[in-house]
Structure formats: structure tokens, C-alpha cells
């Protein structure tokens, strides 16, 4: 800015006073708007690494799999179609962030934050997602399969015709979310809360929600056919056409709000 000055200094002295500074003002204003853009776009251009900050860039298809992107800034990025296998994405904020299509198999990345991200027909397999967020998130025919997902948080998400099998997502939160048509075979919900959730049409066979919360719930059509439900709580859900045959209801509490017998199976005794 000295620079600026010494160079403007003979000609605004032929300026009245009032005249020179607005001047001045005018142009650091414009030197402000041409440099700052640069400096943003140029952070686009970091190479991957731990808390790098790609917040808005577009990485669409961009190969990063195996990179080390923990506690890294992501949020509002173009991830479509990326490769992200086996990256390492703990603590990273991922929110609103378009994972559409993109492969996010195995990758680590507990505490990590997905909040309304778009992840419809994402690969997760075999990933690390303890505790981490994807509330009000599009997971649309994602393949979340063999997945540790422990204390997740799904709430409000959107997983219609999703893939969750042989995934762990013990005392996790899937309230009020859109679990329509989705296949969790073998799939552990024990204790997690699906209060208000759209499970119609889904297949949960050999699941487990013992204990789980699954009250005021869309269960028509759902196939439970040898799930545990032990000790869950089903008041005021809409069972009609759900298949229970050889599940385990001892102990739960029924849409009517009865408590089932123990050792009840297939039905609510």
C-alpha cells in the first residue's frame, strides 16, 4: 500500500483534500477486489493434507484416496464421483458437501461431520463412521455395507433403497429419518432410536434392534423375518403386512402398547 501512495502522491496533491481521499479509498477498494478472490481460489489448489481447506472448491472426480484429509475443512465442496478410498477424514466437516457417486470406501473417519451432504449412490463399505454426523443428510442408494458405525448420527436422513447390511450401528440415532425400501440384513440397531422413521417396505432380516426405539414408526411391509426385537419399543407403530415370522419380541412393547412375553416369537404373546 507505501508503494501505492508514493505513486499517487504528485497527482493527488493537485486534488483538493476531500477529492484525494475518496480517491485513495477508491482504489484501495479495488486492489482489495482484485487480490482477495485470488487468495481464496488459490486454497482450492492446496495439496490434500490434514486441515487443509477446500471449503466451496470444486474436486469433482478428484483422486484422494488413501490422503489425509483429518480435521480437514470440506464444506459446500464438489466430491462427485471422487475417489476417497481409504482416506483418512476423522474430524473432518464435510457439511453440505457433494459426495454424490463417490467412492468413500474404507475410509476412517470418526467424529466426522456430513450434515445435509449429498451422498446419493455413494460407496461407504467397510468405513469408520463412529460418531459421526450425516443429519438431514441424501443417502439414496448408498452402499453402506460392513460398516462401524457406532453412536452415529442419521437423524432426518434420507436413505431410501440404501444398502446398511452386516453394518454395526449400535446406539445410533435414526429419528424421523427415510429408510424406505432399505436392505440392513444382519444389520446391529441395539438401543439406537428410530422414533418417527420410514422403514416401509425395508428388509431387516437376522437385524438386531433389541432394545431400539422404534415407536410412531413406518413398519408396513417390512420384513423383520428372524430379527431380534427384545426389549424394543414399537407403541403406535404401523405394522400392516410386516413380516415377524420367527422374530423375537420377548419383552417388547407392542404397537398397542402391551409388553410381549418373554420368549414370544413371531408374535406378541
Not at 236 to 259: M, P, Q, S, Y
Request: proline content about 1%; aromatic content about 8%.
Amino acid at each position: 500500500m507505501q508503494n501505492i501512495d508514493s505513486l499517487f502522491d504528485t497527482e493527488l496533491l493537485l486534488l483538493n483534500q476531500n477529492e484525494a481521499k475518496m480517491l485513495k479509498n477508491r482504489i484501495y477498494i479495488f486492489i482489495l477486489c482484485t487480490f482477495l478472490p485470488i487468495t481464496a481460489m488459490a486454497e482450492c489448489f492446496d495439496p490434500p493434507e490434514s486441515k487443509v481447506n477446500w471449503d466451496g472448491c470444486d474436486k469433482t472426480a478428484a483422486q484422494l484416496s488413501k490422503a489425509n484429509l483429518r480435521e480437514a475443512v470440506l464444506k459446500k465442496a464438489n466430491l462427485s464421483k471422487a475417489n476417497l478410498e481409504s482416506a483418512l477424514l476423522s474430524d473432518a466437516d464435510l457439511g453440505y458437501a457433494n459426495l454424490s457417486e463417490a467412492n468413500l470406501s474404507k475410509i476412517k473417519a470418526k467424529n466426522a461431520r456430513f450434515v445435509s451432504a449429498k451422498l446419493n449412490k455413494a460407496i461407504l463399505d467397510n468405513a469408520r463412521l463412529e460418531n459421526s454426523k450425516f443429519d438431514r443428510a441424501k443417502l439414496n442408494h448408498a452402499k453402506i455395507r460392513n460398516v462401524s458405525g457406532k453412536k452415529a448420527h442419521f437423524y432426518n436422513a434420507q436413505l431410501n433403497s440404501a444398502d446398511l447390511s452386516d453394518s454395526n450401528f449400535n446406539n445410533s440415532n435414526f429419528e424421523q429419518a427415510d429408510l424406505t425400501a432399505t436392505t440392513a440384513i444382519n444389520t446391529n440397531f441395539h438401543q439406537s432410536k428410530l422414533s418417527y422413521a420410514n422403514l416401509q417396505a425395508a428388509n431387516f432380516q437376522n437385524a438386531d434392534f433389541s432394545k431400539a426405539k422404534l415407536d410412531n414408526t413406518d413398519l408396513s411391509d417390512a420384513n423383520f423375518n428372524s430379527a431380534n426385537l427384545e426389549g424394543a419399543d414399537l407403541h403406535n407403530a404401523d405394522i400392516n403386512n410386516a413380516d415377524f415370522t420367527n422374530a423375537k419380541l420377548g419383552n417388547a412393547i407392542w404397537v398397542d402398547r402391551r409388553r410381549c412375553r418373554p420368549g414370544s416369537v413371531g408374535i406378541c404373546k
